[in-house]
């Protein structure tokens, strides 16, 4: 079975400019979350989605948007990028949500803000 | 409210000798633990989780952790380390609900192998 997928690998933008970036879960998965890991804050919740919709948020600001789409492939959308949002992007995905399903991750994106 | 510390941000151990990298959770619901391992510029991997069943749970590659209420801990051992266990490894608690945090991690704990 095929891991979870996340396009592009690395990418570099602009302060001010949008992002997004894809995953593709594991097949029959339909739980998708996305972490930000960077070495200061270490890995941190953005969101979760199940089923198209969101179900759970971390404390991040607005300009952090995702949605499911019904195959359960998901996007994650910043806007107007700041030098912070430097980070590996990571998402994972589970059978179900729900705190004792395993999440898978994927390889992450590389995001460099300048 | 959950919370994860890993006590020790870095430990260096030999080739073929024990391992020990230690946990402690605090969890308002009955919580589930995970350990995931990161390898450099690679995603995080399961090693093994615990979900209420039984205290001692074993993983992948030869690593186990024993899951201790009463000292809410939950600490990753292998007996004997081997060079490609050298990596990033992550304690992560989260509630049986899962919870509007989503999974908790703790800050990591980098793993040295000497030869």
């Known amino acids: 079975k095929a891991g979870v997928t996340q396009t592009p690998r690395y990418l570099i933008k602009t302060r001010g400019q949008q992002v997004t970036l894809s995953c593709s879960p594991i097949s029959g998965h339909r739980s998708v979350s996305w972490y930000q890991q960077t070495p200061g804050q270490g890995l941190q919740f953005l969101f979760e989605?199940?089923?198209?919709?969101?179900?759970n948020k971390g404390n991040f600001p607005g300009r952090f948007s995702g949605r499911q789409f019904s195959n359960s492939r998901s996007e994650m959308n910043v806007s107007t990028l700041e030098l912070g949002d430097s980070a590996l992007y990571l998402c994972a995905s589970r059978y179900l949500a729900g705190g004792s399903y395993e999440q898978y991750f994927g390889p992450g994106t590389r995001l460099t803000v300048t | 409210a959950q919370s994860v510390t890993q006590l020790d941000s870095h430990v260096s151990v030999s080739e073929g000798t024990p391992v020990l990298l230690r946990c402690n959770y605090s969890?308002?619901?009955?919580?589930?633990l995970f350990w995931y391992v990161q390898h450099p510029n690679k995603g995080l991997q399961l090693l093994l989780k615990y979900t209420s069943a039984a205290t001692l749970v074993k993983g992948i590659n030869g690593f186990e952790a024993e899951f201790k209420k009463s000292e809410t801990s939950f600490h990753l051992t292998k007996p004997s380390a081997h060079m490609s266990d050298a990596a990033e490894y992550f304690c992560?608690?989260?509630?049986?609900?899962?919870?509007?945090?989503?999974?908790?991690f703790g800050k990591g704990t980098h793993l040295i192998i000497q030869p």
């Open positions: 989605y199940f089923s198209e919709t969101q179900r």
């Open positions: 969890s308002s619901y009955s919580p589930s």
């Open positions: 992560v608690v989260s509630s049986a609900g899962g919870g509007a945090d989503g999974l908790t």
